[in-house]
């Protein structure tokens, strides 16, 4: 085995999935939009064409959604809006699944809930669902800029090419040789718009169908909120366990100290012996107080994460674990209230663990790519380990604080592995 990297380390590494297996389908370019030859542009031309006739129907369900709404007061409109909302919701439908092979993502859309309601109630519900509205804007827009929008790769393809057929049919010579010099150009304009003209349509598609990246908003907002006030709590109680630590350990030591060293110096003259022995307990007291006060220190903010970083602290809680902990990081130095939360994470995990997975082995594997970091807790005991216990629910909570996240997969009876992602900048 070759020299480690600085700031790697490996301990007892066996054969575990490396982070990046589960990471990889997230890493996945879609091949529609990215470096293309002439093969996918054709391909690209061609699902402009889609989207260009697919306009057609879609400017007609807009133009009759309109005019229903005025119809509301008779049965007609009614009649007419029970069958063009459907149909536009299955015309997004198409778009939303082509936008989303496209982008590599998923383009939701999130419909209210009608299954229970009657024909007339359905209605209403449709006009208080923006999912319905963002259809019914989709349908313009599909139908007036996007159809020019898509018809650009088309025309600069085929225009050209049919304007020659056109001429050689009529005879028309000069008209042949106009669309003859125009065909080159025509190419070229079409070899450098086509990608960027279909990204923007699915881009545009997208951003007018997707409902999830309102949702993920509104998700980030309550998570913030969430973070901010288990913040407060967490801090109010540390600081609440701090006092009660020094008044119940190293203060109450430290006046013992004092008092037995008053004692001494009034028994000095008179028992020297006595006097002796109460110094005597009071430097036994002095260093007992000081031990507290290392214990406090060290569940503030561990010396070991200051003198070797986050692996080391990482190895040092492995060590006294009572199985075998195989330890694979390669993580540079952190900020270190980075550092604390993910040390304490990471030891909650591992004294779950100890005390309840009934493993035969553990392992720590983890690793940093600039940006964020990722590390995997995972041990082949029992399973069925709880998210939302006291423990790993206090540890979802700590790294929340730092926008981390945390994923516990623990099928009964194949073990555990708990993933923490935590996006932070190397010092």
Sequence with gaps: MGRAAPGSSVRDFPVVESPRTWLAPLSAVPAGL??????????????????????????????LMVGAFPALLSLTGFFVLWLVVPLAALLAGV???????????????????????????????????????????????????????????????????????????????????????????????????????????????????????????????????????????????????????????????????????????????????????????????????????RTLVRGIHPPVLADRGLTGGIESLAIPIPIPVTVALNLPRLAPPVESAVYFAVAECLANVAKHARATRAWVTGAYDGDMLRLTVGDDGRGGADPAGSGLSGVARRLSIFDGTLTVISPEGEGTEVRMEVRCRAR
């Design 95 to 293: 778009h939303r699944k082509v936008a989303g092979r496209l982008l590599g993502e998923t383009v939701v859309a999130d419909y209210a809930e009608t299954t229970e309601k009657n024909p007339f109630t359905t209605v209403f519900v449709w006009g208080r669902d923006p999912a319905r509205w963002r259809d019914f804007a989709f349908c313009w827009f599909s139908g007036t800029g996007g159809l020019l929008m898509s018809l650009i790769p088309v025309f600069f393809l085929i225009g050209p090419t049919a304007h020659m057929i056109v001429g050689l049919s009529m005879g028309n010579w000069l008209w042949f040789a106009i669309a003859s010099v125009l065909l080159g150009p025509s190419l070229l304009v079409w070899w450098f718009v086509t990608v960027p003209i279909v990204r923007g349509r699915v881009r545009a598609d997208s951003g007018i169908l997707d409902h999830s990246r309102i949702e993920r908003l509104r998700e980030r907002v309550d998570e913030v909120v969430q973070s901010r006030s288990a913040t407060v709590d967490h801090n109010e109680a540390e600081l609440r366990r701090i006092e009660r630590d020094l008044h119940d350990g190293a203060q109450a030591r430290i006046a013992a100290t004092g008092m037995s060293v008053g004692l001494a110096e009034k028994l000095v003259h008179t028992d020297p012996d006595a006097a002796v022995e109460l110094l005597r307990e009071a430097r036994d007291t002095t260093i007992s107080a000081l031990e507290d006060l």
């Design 34 to 63: 990215g470096q293309a030859g002439a093969a996918e542009r054709l391909r690209l031309t061609v699902l402009s064409a889609g989207h260009a006739l697919l306009g057609i129907p879609a400017l007609v369900l807009a133009l």
